[in-house]
């Protein structure tokens, strides 16, 4: 994909927020330093906290900024180097003209208050982020998006909803939703498969829900779907532990479990179970049809071929594009560092944490070949991509279609216009300005996947 960068924005960041389910929200920290007593700290709703700071902030007042505002310790730390991260950009800013309303959205255990601001030169949206506590956990800076008008889906007439607890194989419970159509019984189901991290069952990315958007629009086309918290979301703290964990306890076991678990559901055809992996749920996919021999078939939506970490390393390098600060820079030159520690995985201790994982997990990564791992697969592949994703860019797909698309079992499509979670996006403008808005899975995405599931012979 040759596009011409986009670029202008004045790109800075305060503190790059970590929303691991592996990491629990800091307690309250008590102190004696003047100034700083809880009874100073500007209280209220998230919504009018979030909007004294971007008034403070556009004021110029930093000693208000640092003691006026109760942060969480991270933040506390990033606070003390306010006044020289932002002063220069706020002086290119100009002065503070307008505070639009506000817009609230969660992610995993934060919420995020995207503030929209119209300064004098430049127009953008102040990100701040709340801990469970209420306590600011972070803050940045994105373009300045219109507020959006995009209501999120509701359950179709007539379709209805079951929360179920799926037990594991190693004792570990999983709560799941099973969304089933207006429409006789049994029905097909699809399993949907979680990307990177500590997701919940909606798969929500800045209040982006995009499981829950599939599980809906497949509602409507006579379609059941499956979704549950991934291990790491209710189990974090045992994980972390971890040492030997890998994808397999994260993704590939606990799906193989839930297509045994519904394949036994009076409500769903035992013949018409397939299994949905998107992101690293679809690099897993390989593995999980390794597992899963009654599964009626798979898919595979935005699913890489290339390491993660050599992945991780594109995606770091397309979004040093948007970043002018040295703050910013240096946290890109750190990345790239703790990722160089992956050419000497054998020297490190097992407990020794490499980019959010141990030795372990990465080792296990770095030996598996999903493309060669497919070709074990004779149950039917939807292969889905968009085509303005940069966290698994479009060579990714013509990666798998170049091995399979002459095969007659797979079936490929790629979306202009869409991005990592298939809605509305940009490969060459900054991700924040489409992800932190609302947005909907796109329907030609889910009616392909109804397509796919009607023309299987056991319908």
Not at 42 to 55: D, F, L, W
Not at 331 to 348: F, I, M, R, Y
Request: negative net charge; contains cysteine.
């Amino acid at each position: 994909m040759n596009k011409a960068v986009k670029k202008g924005m004045i790109g800075f960041m305060l503190m790059a927020v970590v929303l691991g389910g592996c990491q629990k929200a800091s307690e309250p920290k008590q102190t004696d330093e003047p100034g700083t007593e809880v009874t100073d700290k500007v209280t209220g709703s998230r919504e009018e906290i979030a909007k004294a700071y971007v008034e403070t902030l556009g004021a110029g007042d930093f000693e208000k900024l640092l003691k006026g505002f109760a942060y969480d310790e991270q933040m506390q730390k990033a606070a003390a180097q306010l006044q020289a991260s932002l002063e220069p950009s706020l002086k290119q800013l100009g002065a503070l003209k307008e505070i639009q309303k506000a817009n609230e959205i969660e992610q995993g255990a934060y919420k995020i208050v995207q503030v929209p601001v119209l300064f004098e030169n430049q127009n953008l949206s102040v990100n701040v982020v709340f801990n469970d506590q209420d306590q600011i956990a972070g803050v940045n800076f994105s373009e300045y998006v219109e507020p959006s008008d995009v209501a999120a889906l509701t359950l179709p007439e007539g379709a209805s909803e079951q929360e179920l607890t799926i037990t594991m194989r190693d004792g570990k419970d999983l709560p799941a939703t099973l969304t089933l159509p207006n429409k006789e019984q049994p029905v097909p189901v699809i399993i949907l498969v979680h990307g990177s991290g500590p997701n919940d069952r909606n798969e929500t990315i800045y209040g982006n829900t995009v499981f829950k958007d599939i599980a809906y629009r497949l509602a409507e086309q006579g379609i059941a779907t499956l979704r549950y918290d991934k291990r790491t979301y209710v189990y974090g703290a045992d994980c972390a532990a971890d040492t030997q964990f890998t994808v397999d306890q994260e993704t590939v076991l606990d799906a193989a479990d839930i297509v045994e678990f519904m394949a036994g559901q009076p409500e769903v055809d035992s013949a018409a179970v397939y299994v949905l992996g998107h992101s690293l749920g679809g690099l897993c996919i390989p593995r999980i049809a390794a597992e899963t021999p009654q599964a009626a078939g798979y898919i595979m939506m935005a699913a890489p071929v290339t390491d993660l970490a050599s992945l991780m390393r594109f995606q770091y390098a397309h979004l040093a594009q948007f970043m002018n600060t040295d703050q910013e820079k240096a946290a890109v030159d750190a990345a790239l560092a703790e990722l160089d520690k992956l050419n000497q995985l054998d020297q490190l201790a097992d407990d020794e944490l490499v980019a959010g994982a141990y030795p372990a997990y990465w080792k296990d990564l770095l030996a598996y070949d999903p493309v060669k791992t497919a070709e074990a697969i004779t149950k039917p592949v939807l292969v889905l991509q968009g085509e303005e994703d940069y966290q698994v860019p479009l060579q990714e797909y013509e990666t798998w279609k170049a091995a399979y698309g002459e095969r007659s079992n797979w079936t490929f499509h790629s979306y202009p216009g869409l991005s990592h979670l298939m809605m509305p996006g940009d490969f060459d403008v900054n991700p924040n300005t489409y992800y932190m808005q609302k947005a909907i899975v796109d329907e030609q995405v889910t009616k392909d996947i109804a397509a796919f599931i009607a023309t299987e012979p056991t319908h």
